[in-house]
């Protein structure tokens, strides 16, 4: 058998192999250019290098403000997981909700709670939640329950 009658499995494709001699067409520098750190092992290109040019990140204004460190963030609560978890005359809080699993146990208490109105109620509940929907409010003052609202600190 001779070199030229060797073939490949279809589909495959054999691994270019650098630094071969100058024949191999990949030979010499390897494709690595002249001097350099590219052209130096151990050598990382940073994901925003740019060749040279002003990267994009040094370019743009750094100007504004963002609020978002003061946002509230909510924990939804709807009146069928109410329906499910309590029963008629108990008072609703944070913490029960917690308790009997209708909102997931958290590290840090820093979410507020807003109820939302999917689902019907028919037990009569007074709710002291963070926030609650027009909806969800009607859904259980039509059961004969209560609704009260307080700032998050509170509840």
């Known amino acids: 058998m001779m070199i030229h009658e060797l073939t490949t499995v279809e589909g495959a494709r054999p691994r270019k192999r650098i630094g071969r001699g100058i024949g ?14 590219g052209s130096r092992s151990g050598y990382k ?17 750094k100007r504004g403000f963002n609020n978002r460190q003061f946002e509230t963030e909510w924990e939804v609560c709807d009146v069928a997981a109410l329906e499910k978890a309590f029963n008629a005359g108990e008072t609703v809080t944070v913490a029960e909700l917690r308790s ?56």
Not at 24 to 37: C, F, N, Q
Not at 45 to 61: H, K, N, S
Not at 121 to 137: E, P, R
């Open 24 to 37: 191999s067409g990949h030979g010499k520098t390897s494709g690595r250019g002249h001097k350099g750190a």
């Open 45 to 61: 290109r940073r994901i925003t290098f740019e060749g040279g040019q002003m990267p994009l990140t040094r370019r743009i204004a």
């Open 100 to 155: 009997r699993g209708v909102l997931p146990r958290r590290k840090s208490g820093g979410c507020a709670v807003k109820l939302i109105g999917a689902g019907t109620l028919t037990k009569s509940l007074t709710v002291i939640v963070s926030g609650c929907t027009a909806g969800a409010k009607k859904s259980v003052e039509l059961a004969g329950g209560k609704v009260v609202t307080r700032s998050r600190s509170e509840v």
